[in-house]
């Protein structure tokens, strides 16, 4: 992307999050990766008036084979974490969610934005006020129910007790002291009860595998009983290999709480693309966890909601054409919002 261009999209993220004269705001990124991004961010921090400065911390000493969910890269240095403490604004480019360096640092009042996408998403999925109503209004609808129940076409018919765990937001952009969001994103969340979450959930070919990054391309069926996956096969008439490929995952941290069952909620952007893996590859798919309609589970920690779960073994599964009941209310039909104050005004 065009330097200027990258600025200016940087500036006005910053202007969103309410950065302004007097603040510091600290960029942060991990060994030679997404030093554009810092000098964006520098250089619009400044024009919004606030002290600004790079932190760059080491490269991984080793690349790990699997996502290292967790690792903040902060763990050995604790005047990092404290200097990190006593800003008003952190840019992390090294993607420190779940990490209990990451919880310290908003403990303190340090607001938080995650931007490691490619630049050209972010440009294209720039937040809005509108987009952050929207979603705001999901996550009241939310924080209200005690169940939620996911069906679909394919068979899943999964229930979660709700109420235990906090509800979360995600739009884009942060203003407020010791909130963490992710630049894009525009979705809603919470988590089941520990032990409260049963049923089935079929994943169809076109719903999504994060990390790995790729569309399903067999059908999966996964039994979950008391909060844990119990069994993952394929579904009938496939050969396995979706299954096969998630088992293997998940067997691989040997870690029993990998099986555990996160968070779950919907996508409200309407200018995010399901389609979007074909053109950015090389993300963290976030556009695909925030595209309209989307229901998405997620398998392993829950410490981001405060739960005890902070296995490093990690999927988000957003899934195509599912409904998603509250309390028995229908919330999202075959991937249709069925609230008008939550669909863009083209919608409704």
Known sequence: MDRNLFNDICLRQLTFSGVHEGETVVVLTRGGER??????????????????YHMRLPSPVSAAGAWAVGDSGL?????????????????????????KEQFAIQDAGTRILTAVEPPELLARLMPTKELRERVEIG??????????????????????????????????YTDTPGRWDHWPAAFVFTGGADDGVDGKIVL????????????????VEITIEQGFIRDIRGGAGSSGLDADLLRSYIESFDDPRGYGMSHVGWGLD????????????GGMGMELRSFYGNVMFSIGPNNELGGPNDTPCHFDIPMRGNSLYLDDELIVDNGELTVAEMRPAARR
């Open 35 to 52: 030093a554009e991004y810092a000098d964006a961010f520098l250089w619009a921090a400044q024009q919004l008036g606030a002290s600004a």
């Open 139 to 172: 996550a009241e609808l939310l924080a209200k129910a005690g169940t939620m129940r996911i069906t679909s076409p394919a068979g899943t018919d999964v229930t979660y007790q709700l109420g235990v765990y906090p509800t979360l937001s995600e739009y884009g």
């Open 270 to 281: 309407e200018r995010a693309h399901w389609h979007g893996l074909t053109q950015f590859p």
């Open 204 to 219: 169809s070919p076109g719903d999504v595998l994060l990390p790995f990054n790729s569309y399903v391309q067999t059908p």
């Open 75 to 99: 763990g050995n240095i604790p005047l990092a974490v404290e200097a990190l403490k006593s800003v008003d604004m952190v840019v992390d480019c090294t993607f420190l969610l779940f990490s």
